[in-house]
């Protein structure tokens, strides 16, 4: 495994670009940090990335095992692609065959005393051997089990940590949390603490995040971050802060290419704001955002579409026949278009994935249809609206323009939305059904706009296989949002049907 990123030499890599973001760095060299976490969090694929790190850039590994044995390790090392290297070394650390031998026991002496000094000298003996710069210890339960009080136990882990000081190594010592989890003696010891936890939802699959507990004299970023683990380690998501970035740009008007629909935007929507388009299923409200998407394409921008409630396919053939060849524009290399799957998928890693898109390929224009796939990657309703603030205002501060959908419940009449993130967006566009002359028929609205002035008319649409065509204000009707508009006027205002 190759570590590209280059590190102060006070400061030594983790082996995870998302852990050592959120490190500020990496982990003081020479010190010793505490990770835990129940079984299955990741904590041995974790501890092989520290030490393969260490390899890469010259420093010797010891790998100090009490719970698995050496082939467990390899073999967990070869289920990520991973071939060890010669600088890191596994040491399996079992009891001696006196202590396992019933006959040889001694009578007068507890078992635990002989087995946990026994142990502590193996340590040391590997330590002198190898002389690593790098050291892992897997796991603190059995030394924790052998020392069989809290105050034997902290006593042994100042003695290693005192020893580990002297020989100038930096050293990750993990914790299954499987004998006390109360029990924080390692805590106040460590230098920094690192918690990985796993989340089993209702349905889907499993969350893992992690969090740093504490760390000694240097600043990280605090607060629960979404990691994965996949083939080739873990992969961490570091929670986005939009206050720590912005760039400077240029705020134009964007118009979409449909003049009526300019119009009753003003103009169209400003770079680097985010545009919410509100409506009842089949609305139209996808085809809205594409002719935005076609628009920034045509003037020379890229584009991302992540698409949470509709198969791909479907919607290749579904926008080909509005006239829209979304299949030719991701072959062209212009639009990222990416179906998401909300229960494999956390908040987190979305998250960064919108980041990557603007800050590694410099995509200017971003959709998320919908906000109610997004909200089923969430665990609560409160979080979504954490995530959507945080996520639109980075990607306000880096130019990028930005439209979500949001279906909501009804057809007509009284509308209702599964989560409201009107006051997060800048430009709302509200769509409706109403009835007219016997037949169902669509109108739009911009009900704000904080960019610039808008028009305060509703507007008829139509939706064929030429896109969608907006016509002029329906000034004649009243009651067009509830449903069941009246015929006020004078003159006929709806829009013919297109042949």
Known sequence: ????????????????????????????????????GAPGTGKTTAAMQFLMAGAAEGEPGL??????????????????????????TIFELIPPENLLDEQQQQSL???????????????????????????????????????????RYRRQILALKHYFAKHG??????????????????????????????LAPVYGAE??????????????????????????????????????HRVDFKREALASGVTQ??????????????????????????????????????????????????ELGLLFARAKGLGIDLEALRASGALLIEQVDAAELAPGEFTHKVRECVETQNLQTIV?????????????????????????????????????????????GDMKAPVDVTYLADTVILMRYFEASGRVRRALSVIKKRTGAHEDTIREYQIDHRG????????????????????????ESLLEERV
């Open 1 to 36: 495994m190759t570590v590209q990123t280059k590190f102060p030499a006070e400061l030594a890599s983790t082996g995870i670009k998302g852990l050592d973001d959120i490190l500020r760095g990496g982990l003081a060299r020479n010190r010793v940090y505490l990770m835990e």
């Open 63 to 88: 790998y100090i095992t009490l719970s698995e044995t050496g082939d467990e390790l390899l073999a967990t090392a070869a289920s990520h692609g991973w071939t060890l290297p010669d600088l890191v």
């Open 109 to 151: 002496l507890y078992s635990s005393d002989l087995e946990l000094g026994e142990t502590t000298r193996l340590i040391f003996e590997s330590i002198e051997k190898v002389r690593p710069t790098r050291v892992v210890i897997d796991s603190l339960s059995e030394i924790r089990l052998l020392a069989g009080g809290s105050l």
């Open 169 to 198: 190594a930096t050293v990750l010592m993990l914790d299954d949390m499987t004998t006390d989890a109360n029990d924080k003696t390692v805590h106040s010891v460590a230098h920094a603490v690192i918690r990985l936890e796993e």
């Open 207 to 244: 969350r893992r995040r992690l969090r740093v507990v504490k760390y000694r004299g240097q600043q990280f970023r605090g607060g629960f971050h979404d990691f994965m683990i996949r083939h080739g380690g873990l992969d961490v998501f570091p929670r986005l802060v939009a206050s720590e």
């Open 261 to 310: 629909l300019d119009a009753l935007l003003g103009g169209g929507v400003a770079r680097g704001s985010s545009t919410l388009v509100l409506g009842p299923a089949g609305a139209g409200k996808s085809l809205v955002v594409m002719e935005f998407v076609v628009a920034a394409i045509k003037r020379g921008e890229k584009a991302a579409m992540f698409i949470f409630d509709e």
């Open 368 to 412: 998320i249809d919908s906000l109610n796939g997004y909200q089923a990657a969430m665990p609560e309703e409160q979080f979504l609206v954490l995530h959507m603030h945080e996520l639109l205002t980075f990607l306000n501060r880096r130019g990028a323009t930005t439209f979500l959908t949001v279906a909501q419940h009804g057809l007509v």
């Open 468 to 491: 969608l065509t907006v016509g002029g204000p329906l000034e004649g009707f009243q009651g067009v949002l509830r449903g069941v508009p009246v015929y006020v006027g004078h003159s």
